[in-house]
């Protein structure tokens, strides 16, 4: 995972510096996430259901894009908020975490206005928290959370001047908890974010 870190932040700050062309800029807005192939270890001793929904975050960071092409290339630098709930009998469980992403996307523009893109995304666990009826919160020790996680996007955008909308789903491809943790998922995302153009 540190490897991988290391190459993301090398291809962001390498193609930033010898791009002949390029744009800068800050990018933020919300994320819908939830867990998928949600899993509650069968040794607990509660009887916990398979349950995930969406719980509502943001995030915040910075773009490139190189290239003025019908190709071109946007790394990110994004902070941003995840998490899933899980209702239970006993109430419902909510889980958040903050990541630092990091996507390495490609970019095809069909027209000016309008592009789709895709590529990896690596993520580094910053923070967590776990809140909900100490009865099922102490039985989920987040401890078992690894550092990192990584998936694929995919997505859309349009730009207007300075602005850019755009949409993207992020597929979580790895379990997120260590073997033998209390719950094992993967984490899903969709993100609508507004950005905008410093250079």
């Avoid at 002949?20 to 807005?29: P, R, S, T, Y």
């Amino acid at each position: 995972m540190k490897k991988v870190l290391l190459l993301a932040v090398a291809l962001f700050v390498g193609g930033v510096a010898s791009a002949q062309k390029l744009e800068f800029g800050i990018k933020g807005g919300v994320n819908f996430t939830s867990a998928s192939d949600i899993k509650f270890s069968d040794n607990l001793s509660t009887s916990f259901k398979n349950t995930s929904g969406n719980v509502t975050g943001w995030h915040l960071g910075v773009y490139s894009e190189i290239g003025v092409s019908i190709l071109t290339f946007q790394p990110e630098l994004l902070f941003a908020e995840k998490g899933f709930k899980s209702d239970q009998e006993n109430g419902t469980v909510t889980v958040k975490y903050n990541y630092l992403d990091i996507p390495i996307l490609v970019k095809f523009n069909p027209i000016p206005l309008v592009s789709i893109f895709s590529g990896p995304q690596v993520s580094i666990k910053l923070s967590d928290k776990i809140s909900g009826p100490s009865d099922i919160t102490s039985q989920i020790n987040l401890n078992n959370l690894k550092d990192g996680d990584w998936g694929i996007v995919a997505g859309a955008g349009v730009k207007l001047s300075k602005l850019q909308i755009q949409g993207r789903y992020i597929w979580g491809l790895n379990d997120v908890t260590k073997e033998g943790a209390s719950v094992d998922f993967k984490n899903q995302m969709f993100q609508i974010s507004l950005g905008y153009k410093i250079f």
